[in-house]
């Protein structure tokens, strides 16, 4: 069991010269065991590629937590790799990645929790988010918590489950690409998405399609 935790404004954690994969910096939150880590109160990490709950039997849980708290990643992000992974958002915090996966592969189970307002996770111009790629997926975003995204797929890969539930009054999903197909809900595996209470997604300029591929 390891525990790394990040608390209190001016304190950070700079990974870029950890453990490299070709030009990638990664941090492995339950990598085969089980890991924790907590950014509150204006604390930072920063580095490359996150992983939670990275290998089969691993547990990872992430907790980004207070105004001005910030996880970033300058490229991928997966929630729930090849084991399980917990990450929630709230209080104000935030986290950024590029392409990011919630329930990566087969046998995955990833979790993303974005609750209250100003809490926020943005992904970088270009990224997709996959909620349940091959895995089972679950995403909740709640009480004015925020995701931002280019494109959205919820139930990628065939077997695989992704859920979404966006609720409450300033709760939000955009997607912003501007053309073409950018958010399906069951692309070739088990989607649904429910809105209530007031929460909003918003396709702003693409198509959506639901039960794209055959068998989904």
Do not use: C, M, P
């Not at 990664?26 to 085969?32: K, L, T």
């Not at 001005?68 to 997966?78: C, I, K, T, V």
Request: no cysteine; net charge negative; charged share 5%.
């Amino acid at each position: 069991t390891g525990v790394v935790e990040v608390s209190g404004a001016g304190s950070e954690l700079n990974n870029w010269y950890g453990k490299i994969s070709s030009t990638y910096s990664y941090i492995y939150v339950g990598y085969s065991g089980n890991g924790s880590l907590i950014i509150s109160d204006g604390g930072a990490l920063n580095h490359s590629v996150g992983s939670i709950g990275t290998n089969t039997g691993a547990t990872g849980i992430a907790i980004v937590t207070g105004s001005g708290s910030q996880w970033n990643n300058d490229s991928w992000l997966y929630v729930g790799d090849s084991g399980n992974g917990l990450l929630t958002i709230s209080e104000g915090g935030t986290v950024t990645s590029y392409h990011s996966y919630i329930g990566r592969y087969n046998g995955s189970t990833g979790v993303v929790n974005v609750t209250g307002s100003g809490s926020q996770w943005n992904l970088n111009s270009g990224s997709s988010l996959y909620v349940g790629s091959a895995g089972d997926g679950t995403l909740t975003i709640s009480e004015g918590g925020t995701v931002t995204s280019r494109f959205g797929t919820i139930g990628s890969a065939a077997d695989s489950t992704g859920v979404v539930n966006v609720a409450g009054s300033g709760s939000l999903w955009t997607i912003t690409y501007n053309s073409g197909n950018t958010f399906t809900v069951g692309n070739a595996g088990n989607g649904a998405l429910t809105i209530s209470e007031g929460g909003t997604v918003s396709n702003i300029r693409g198509s959506g399609t639901i039960g794209k591929e055959a068998g989904s």
